[in-house]
């Protein structure tokens, strides 16, 4: 007997999204050398992005800018428009730039402008 082809979705989970990556995936120890990296960055990333005076669209974390970067050269994604693509729907890529399941992805038609939900 078949059983039926049913999904009933929660309300709430209570699983981070570093759940989903396997605890051996390659991605772990280049996220950590980058975050490494990046942090070594910091003082750099204050100067380019100081306070916002004169108000203007918000910009991108340059560190998750980065890290979506790396996984275009890394998983050979071909243009910024497939590579917000796949991060709305790979939680691999959404845990590597440090995206929450729920934020809203980039939209590069709108020069990187986090798009609707």
């Not at 750099?44 to 306070?51: D, G, K, N, S, V």
């Amino acid at each position: 007997m078949r059983g039926a082809d049913t999904f009933t979705e929660s309300l709430f989970t209570i699983r981070r999204l570093d759940d989903f990556v396997p605890a051996d995936h390659p991605l772990r120890v280049i996220r950590e050398m980058l975050n490494k990296a990046l942090a070594n960055m910091d003082g750099l990333f204050t100067q380019m992005y100081a306070a916002d005076i004169k108000g203007g669209r918000p910009s991108i974390t340059p560190e998750k800018l980065l890290r979506a970067m790396l996984l275009q050269v890394l998983y050979s994604v071909r243009s910024e428009r497939q590579l917000m693509e796949q991060t709305q729907y790979n939680l691999l890529f959404r845990w590597f730039i440090g995206q929450a399941m729920d934020d809203a992805v980039w939209v590069p038609s709108r020069a990187c402008v986090p798009g609707p939900p």
